[in-house]
């Protein structure tokens, strides 16, 4: 069965320093990896996608992932942050095929403190 | 990117009424839509999964005679919550996939249904 764990409820971050949020995931075969950002009251929007390549993916807004097929792990991560990246952000695994459903961990909200 | 909408964004109801909620692909035709539902500070709950043309398939624990869908076109899926209750409060996301095994999802702006 398809799984995504976000350790971390919330992450604390000041403004200018760098960022990394967790995301460890358990699927079988190839995964299809995704992150999301959520804003209050508002839906999903896309980050960024590891589908197969580079293992260093690059997204919208400055962030990065990177893929570790042998710790199973997507970290999110940016390398100064910003108050306005404080939202809830979701990791989501769909494994390979791409007709499967996409599974969302718990989500971690980031709070930027100027 | 892709562009899926929502409609309403908001909607308040009593008791015992159906509430149906409009999702949307405004500029790509998308061969499956997914339904989610999402209370306040948890994550994404996927209730059903639809194609366009055939039935939904519903997740473990989700009626689907409270929650029907309708997949009639490749831009239109509806969510109609029959004889909505105060439990039936959430946030309900909408998801459409595009075609291809590679497909990629995008996500309406969610509507907020509110039973009173």
């Known amino acids: ?114 | 990117g892709a562009v899926v909408s929502q409609h309403p964004s908001w909607v308040i109801c009593k008791s015992g009424t159906s509430v149906k909620i409009e999702c949307r692909s405004l500029d790509f035709q998308a061969t499956t839509m997914f339904w989610y539902r999402q209370f306040p500070k948890q994550s994404l709950m996927l209730m059903a999964t639809s194609n366009e043309g055939s039935k939904a398939t519903y997740e473990q624990g989700v009626e689907k005679d409270k929650f029907l869908i309708n997949h009639a076109s490749l831009t239109l899926s509806t969510l109609t919550v029959t004889s909505a209750h105060p439990e039936d409060s959430s946030f309900y996301i909408c998801s459409a996939r595009t075609a291809g095994a590679g497909g990629e999802q995008f996500f309406g702006p969610g509507t907020r249904l509110t039973v009173l």
């Open chain 1, 1 to 114: 069965a398809q799984s995504v764990a976000q350790p971390e409820d919330q992450v604390n971050v000041a403004e200018g320093n760098p960022l990394t949020v967790k995301c460890t995931y358990s699927v079988s075969g190839n995964p299809y990896l995704f992150w999301y950002v959520q804003y209050p009251n508002r839906g999903l929007q896309f980050l960024l996608k590891y589908i197969t390549g580079d293992n260093l993916v690059k997204g919208s807004y400055g962030f990065e992932a990177e893929f570790n097929k042998s710790q199973t792990s997507f970290h999110l991560k940016k390398p100064s942050a910003l108050v306005s990246d404080s939202a809830l952000y979701f990791c989501a695994v769909r494994a390979d095929g791409g007709y499967n459903k996409l599974i969302f961990g718990a989500g971690t909200r980031l709070a930027v403190h100027p």
